[in-house]
């Protein structure tokens, strides 16, 4: 089944605790990418692959960090958590960046206290 | 500032009826268009997409109409059913830059 999977889907964690939320497709997408939504924000785009070991800035980079080592996976690195990055995270992939629709994974529900 | 709008938070029709979600841009560079649907406790689907070059786009019930002199799309479901109860995000891309712009969502009940 084509799929984009990720994970943990629920974590709580405490300010400054470094965390990674992980995410895998295996539908050979050169396209990846990781967005947050807020209440009265929608979805806003944190970082984008367009393939292995090329990652570039969304709209909402500050406090994450990204990784695209091999081409199924693209993880989400939070390196010192803060309160305001409680929110839900969402990682999704396509065929191809721009012009594609993309394929979104479960959602992860992060909480920082 | 706010790029791709989504000025009714929420909509509610009968079912049977016409809904209709708006979406207004403000990046004339935008050249592609989508609109997705999300469930509760899901990631959102893709549902329906717009090129740039056209004006309509047609999906079974869906029906997505782009007016780019007032930089505005809209979202047409023709008939509504309950299962068409979800929240709708219209989002714009360039596709030189790879980057998806998102609007803030409508929330849509279809009552029975």
């Known amino acids: 089944e084509a799929q984009v999977t990720q994970n943990p889907r629920y974590l709580i964690t405490v300010t400054g605790k470094k965390l990674t939320v992980t995410c895998s497709q295996n539908?050979?997408?050169?396209?990846m990418s990781w967005y947050r939504q807020d209440p009265g924000l929608g979805l806003r785009q944190i970082y984008y692959s367009m393939n292995v070991e090329v990652t570039d800035k969304g709209d909402v980079p500050e406090g994450y960090k990204v990784s695209r080592k091999e081409k199924r996976n693209f993880p989400l690195i939070l390196e010192s958590p803060s309160p305001n990055q409680t929110s839900l995270y969402f990682c999704?992939?396509?065929?191809?960046?721009?012009?594609?629709?993309?394929?979104f994974g479960p959602g992860t529900r992060l909480t920082v206290t | 500032d706010q790029q791709v709008k989504q000025n009714s938070p929420s909509l509610s029709v009968q079912e049977g009826r016409i809904s209709i979600l708006n979406c207004d841009y403000t990046?004339?560079?935008?050249?592609?268009f989508l609109w997705y649907k999300k469930y509760p406790a899901e990631g959102p689907t893709f549902l329906i997409s717009?090129?740039?070059?056209?004006d309509k786009n047609e999906d079974g019930r869906f029906t997505v109409f782009l007016n780019k002199s007032a930089k505005h799309l809209s979202l047409h479901i023709v008939p509504s059913q309950p299962g068409d109860s979800a929240v709708y995000f219209c989002a714009a891309s360039d596709s030189g830059t790879y980057k998806y712009i998102f609007g803030t969502g409508t929330r849509l009940k279809v009552l029975a």
């Open positions: 990046n004339s560079m935008f050249d592609y």
């Open positions: 539908m050979n997408h050169e396209y």
């Open positions: 999704a992939s396509s065929i191809d960046g721009g012009r594609y629709e993309q394929y």
């Open positions: 717009i090129s740039s070059i056209k």
